[in-house]
């Protein structure tokens, strides 16, 4: 298996605080991306990395933000969550482009947003 | 509008059944990936099939990508208990970042 975690794997918080989700490998790849996965709706991306500090938005961007000072972590940023951000979110790497490698998937953290 | 349509949505057979799950688009992919994911676990690839007309089998597993390269399909043959889980499919495009479709959830009953 890949070298992905994801932390926390669960976080339950209020409408308004911050959040950060963390995303670490250990598989020294180029490309990271979050998703976000709801029923209906299947996974969508929020924010991915091409490369230390080089990051750009996905589909569902709006209320994220995201950095990657280092190789290994991806952090993911709730600036002040909100209920419709209550989802499934999962971290993936890839060593290059991924139409023509492997993306690994991480275990996914459960953010419930009361 | 979604961008891959997956059919169908659910699916709920008998073991030793066979079934077709298809991954439909308007658009051109320069390849097409099959993942699947169990409960509370992260999406596997199980297959990248690029080339138009390509097919791939993995045991009883047949996936199959359009001559236009806009659709795919994965077969199963004889399903068994533990090919439960969400099928889902991604289309990869010049920006290289998937699409995903909505997935397809199935459940094989012993």
Redesign the interface.
Known sequence: DAGITQSPRHKVTETGTPVTLRCHQTENHRYM?W?RQDP??????IH?SYGVKDTDK??VSDGYSVSRSKTEDFLLTLESATSSQTSVY?C?ISGT????D???????TRLTVL | TQLLEQSPQFLSIQEGENLTVYCNSSSVFSSLQWYRQEPGEGPVLLVTVVTGGEVKKLKRLTFQFGDARKDSSLHITAAQPGDTGLYLCAGVRGSYIPTFGRGTSLIVHP
């Open positions: 991306y998703y209906g709706h299947g996974l969508r991306l991915y996905g589909e999962f993936a482009v991924v139409g023509a492997t993306q690994y998937f991480g275990p996914g």
